[in-house]
């Protein structure tokens, strides 16, 4: 089946720590997004990617970092210098075939500083 | 720079009642609007997608309409039921800018 496999489910960060959280998708999409969820708030844009090897900056970008070396992969890592990181992270991948193409979701992860 | 705004934040219903949840943008040059369902703890799921040429959308119980020149969406759900329960949100795609904004979602409940 396809779909966008986020991992791991729930993740927790030492003071100092960089962390990474995963995000594969077998859907053959070109753009890929990583969103941050608050309790009670809508999602905000970390960053975004149209292609391969490249990627923009969202609204919330800093104390984050991404790459995106092959076309199934985007992963997210939440650097020491995030200093109020625990949220709940959503990626999520869309085709850019035209105005039809849906959004889709992973099932997202959920980071806590210990 | 394109913001969107869900209103009410929640809503509690008793069942098989119809209800409506609105959601305003600011830019009216979007490419399409997509209505989401989350349930806590978990991913978006995509409900209905309008495209910017479109009125409306039609998905079972779910139907969604789309006013560009007024910068309005609507979702109306009809005849709820307990299992509508979850958070609604909207997301509008900007054209040119290549990403989607959303707003801060509907808690719905729907009493058994």
């Known amino acids: 089946d396809g779909g966008i496999t986020q991992s791991p489910k729930y993740l927790f960060r030492k003071e100092g720590q960089n962390v990474t959280l995963s995000c594969e998708q077998n859907?053959?999409?070109?753009?890929m997004y990583w969103y941050r969820q608050d309790p009670g708030q809508g999602l905000r844009l970390i960053y975004y990617s149209q292609i391969v090897n490249d990627f923009q900056k969202g609204d919330i970008a800093e104390g984050y970092s991404v790459s995106r070396e092959k076309k199934e992969s985007f992963p997210l890592t939440v650097t020491s210098a995030q200093k109020n990181p625990t949220a709940f992270y959503l990626c999520?991948?869309?085709?850019?075939?035209?105005?039809?193409?849906?959004?889709?979701f992973g099932s997202g992860t959920q980071l806590s500083v210990l | 720079k394109q913001e969107v705004t869900q209103i009410p934040a929640a809503l509690s219903v008793p069942e098989g009642e119809n209800l409506v949840l609105n959601c305003s943008f600011t830019?009216?040059?979007?490419?399409?609007l997509q209505w989401f369902r989350q349930d806590p703890g978990k991913g978006l799921t995509s409900l209905l997608l309008?495209?910017?040429?479109?009125r409306e959308q039609t998905s079972g119980r779910l139907n969604a309409s789309l006013d560009k020149s007024s910068g309005r969406s609507t979702l109306y759900i009809a005849a709820s039921q307990p299992g509508d329960s979850a958070t609604y949100l909207c997301a509008v795609y900007t054209s040119g800018t290549y990403k989607y904004i959303f707003g801060t979602g509907t808690r719905l409940k729907v009493l058994a």
């Open positions: 859907l053959n999409h070109d753009a």
């Open positions: 309008i495209q910017s040429s479109q």
């Open positions: 830019d009216s040059a979007i490419y399409n």
């Open positions: 999520a991948s869309i085709g850019t075939g035209g105005s039809n193409e849906k959004l889709f």
